[in-house]
């Protein structure tokens, strides 16, 4: 057997690419869990929904029913080919994204074998559109918004978690985020609308460089569309609170009754790691959100997606200088 760190030149078929000769991170110890196994396990559909739909508002496919519809069956298999699809639009992300001395991170080959769960959850979720099968790796895998996601002026804004910038005049999903610590979501987005509206882009961000704020001096008269014109959804979401109930199955590797997948050096390395103002659960907590922003990027459609951003920054994840 390979040592777990070092990588070989394996050959790769994306769904819908010729074969590519891609350099991958070989983990033999660490088989991928599949989401049919994860969703064929009633233990593990219900601490998704302890989790991250603590107050059963989502409209969801409930796996947790047996036997299994034939549409149910069907979604298991759409689960497994996602899963299948994130992880090749992940080595697109850290080819495209990723500083080069950064590509063999710990942090990606952890966030590679939970792609599994976050395919469980965006078909669990009913985030999908309807067939992704035939969709190209450049294309948008998301449905249009629906009921199937929070709004901002929802109680969930004020929680942690992952959030989407839905174009409303363009019709498109732009961009992906995630956000911990005090005021959850809602005042993360409250920093995006302040950049939005500052006179300077000094990192050259494309969001704030195409939708900067109405208010802003960089908004030009022939600009289309602003920032306020994009709207905020929330497609999962989850308490910071490390008293509650169910804050330590962040931590819990996935064979010890958790959902989540590390090894005992990834969860050193996680409870080792600075996060700041995070402490104990919380960032186990971080890593999820990280997880999660990461997997609804892969899925948005590469030409309308504003973010240049790897993910995973406090992690040490650094940017690919274009």
Not at 12 to 19: D, F, K, L, M, V
Not at 169 to 192: D, F, L, M
Not at 227 to 239: M, N, R
Request: proline share 4%.
């Amino acid at each position: 057997k390979m040592h777990p760190t070092k990588t070989a030149d394996v050959l790769r078929e994306s769904c819908h690419r010729a074969p590519l000769v891609d350099r991958v991170l070989l983990n033999p110890e660490e088989g991928d869990i599949k989401p049919s196994m994860i969703l064929n396990d009633s233990a593990k559909i219900a601490i998704i929904y302890s989790l991250l739909d603590p107050q059963e508002k989502m409209q969801r496919i409930d796996f947790s029913i047996r036997p299994h519809t034939p549409a149910t069956s069907q979604s298991i298999g759409v689960a497994d080919l996602l899963f299948s699809c994130l992880k090749d639009r992940l080595r697109a992300h850290i080819r495209g994204k990723v500083k080069q001395s950064n590509h063999l991170h710990w942090c990606l080959s952890w966030a590679r074998k939970n792609l599994s769960v976050v395919a469980c959850c965006m078909v669990m979720f009913r985030h999908l559109k309807d067939d992704i099968s035939r969709i190209s790796d450049s294309k948008c895998l998301l449905k249009k918004p629906n009921n199937n996601y929070f709004l901002m002026t929802n109680a969930e804004a004020s929680l942690w978690g992952c959030y989407l910038f839905w174009d409303a005049v363009e019709y498109v999903w732009i961009r992906s985020g995630s956000a911990t610590g005090v005021g959850g979501i809602k005042k993360c987005n409250q920093t995006h609308l302040s950049r939005a509206k500052s006179p300077e882009n000094p990192d050259n961000s494309k969001l704030y460089d195409r939708y900067p704020s109405q208010l802003s001096i960089r908004s030009k008269y022939d600009h289309e569309t602003h920032f306020e014109k994009l709207c905020v959804y929330i497609p999962l979401a989850f308490s910071g609170d490390v008293a509650g109930s169910a804050a330590c199955l962040f931590g819990k590797d996935y064979r010890k009754e958790g959902l989540f997948f590390y090894t005992a050096e990834e969860e050193r390395t996680i409870s080792g790691t600075n996060f700041r103002g995070k402490v104990g659960a919380q960032k186990f907590m971080q890593m999820i959100a990280y997880l999660f922003e990461l997997g609804y990027d892969l899925a948005l459609s590469s030409s309308n997606n504003v973010s240049g951003s790897p993910g995973f920054e406090g992690c040490g994840l650094m940017q690919q200088q274009e």
